[in-house]
């Protein structure tokens, strides 16, 4: 904007014309001196002037000149449109949106400052009580969560005590195959030791296939009982 000068970073943001330098810091004074006053904190990052209240809650505060739009003609008769300040200061508040405070013919911004900090005020308690509200709204949600996620674990624990129901129930059907065999190989007459022997070992693996029991087999350790096919490992895995 043509005819102003403006503040580097780490200062408050202010863009004004030259003959407005002294009134905008006195405005900036007032405004620093009242937000002290109610207890916000003063910050100045880079873009400017800061305060913060209640939970961090934060708005920014700039000063500006407003302008008046331009017709001009450049010696070569080229024409353009330029924004020319005017005069006239506003203080612009931004948060989630931008409001402002600007001279009016029967106002300066200095006679609207108590306005000013009333607006504001209330905009952070609007802010506070949102934020409030989300936070009910969360712990609602996180609540909700964890009583669908019990809800889920008791129907998993249902699912997976049936699933072994249903799978003892087959490896019994199995089981009771496998003795009936076992038994009717028993009976037979004119046994060899070998087949003696073969005996032994089916009916030890009988013990360890029944689902009334828990019985552990070195060799057999990594083999599901209902699947009778090796259990998948996690991990890095070596075979030597």
């Known amino acids: 904007m043509k005819g102003t000068v403006q503040t580097d970073r780490s200062f408050p943001s202010i863009i004004v014309s030259p003959k407005n330098i002294s009134r905008s810091l006195r405005i900036l004074d007032n405004l620093i001196k009242n937000f002290r006053l109610l207890g916000y904190k003063i910050d100045l990052p880079d873009e400017g002037l800061n305060i913060v209240a209640y939970d961090d809650d934060k708005m920014s505060i700039y000063i500006r000149e407003k302008s008046n739009v331009v017709d001009t003609t450049s010696d ?23 409001f402002e405070f600007a001279d009016t013919n029967k106002l300066l911004v200095e006679d609207q400052i108590e306005k000013i900090l009333i607006k504001i005020e209330s905009e ?37 005590k049936f699933i072994e129901f249903y799978n003892d129930a087959h490896r019994w059907k199995k089981f009771t ?48 009982k209902d699947s009778l096919t090796f259990k998948k490992k996690s991990g890095n895995n070596f075979y030597f």
């Open 177 to 224: 195959i496998f003795k009936e065999y076992h038994t009717f190989l028993e009976s037979q007459e004119n046994k060899t030791a070998e087949f003696q022997e073969w005996l032994s070992w089916a009916k030890s693996k009988l013990d360890w296939y029944n689902p009334m029991f828990d019985i552990e087999d070195e060799l057999l350790s990594d083999v599901d």
């Open 124 to 160: 952070f308690q609007q802010m506070h009580y949102r934020r409030k509200q989300r936070e009910i709204e969360q712990q609602k949600y996180e609540e909700l969560k964890k009583i669908e996620q019990a809800k889920q674990q008791i129907k998993a624990d249902e699912l997976k």
């Open 76 to 98: 070569y008769g080229w024409k353009s449109r330029d924004l020319v300040a005017n005069g006239k200061l506003s203080v612009k508040v931004h948060s989630f949106g931008t």
